[in-house]
């Protein structure tokens, strides 16, 4: 199931990140330019969740919180959202339960304030959750997010 959520207009954007202008000029020497990380670039994350849960435990609104702080003041020409779930339980209720730990994961980086067009949710649910020798994979009870984010021009 895929779902596109658009955004409203950009909540709260305060100072730019160092490294986030694109000038050269902000630095005083090459050693603080090489010194300084680029936080405008794409980055992936992942949000874990409890069995059968859909709820944002404290760590994974504290990652959500860390990545849009990090990318404040970047260009966000994409946010993908990908929610899956583990095999227990049965097919359909997983893919539900896939879709809505999505949904929650990108209402809250909406939430947040980033200023990106347009969220890309989409679920797959228990798809491939069992490995070859039939244990459940409980490491995919998780949101994963990909983040396309550049310098502002």
Known sequence: MKR???L???VGVGAILSGCSGGL???GSRDELVATPTTCVPQRFEVYF???E???TPAAREAIGM???QLQGCTIQSVQVLGLADASGG???NLTLSERRAVAVAEALQSAGWPAPA???TAVGDEGAVTPDGTQEPMRRRTEVLVQAIAPN
Do not use: Y
């Open 8 to 10: 409203a207009a950009v």
């Open 4 to 6: 596109v959520l658009g």
């Open 50 to 52: 409890a069995e059968g």
């Open 67 to 69: 990545t849009a702080a």
């Open 25 to 27: 000029n902000m630095f």
């Open 119 to 121: 969220f890309d949710v």
């Open 91 to 93: 097919s359909r209720a």
């Open 54 to 56: 859909a709820r944002l």
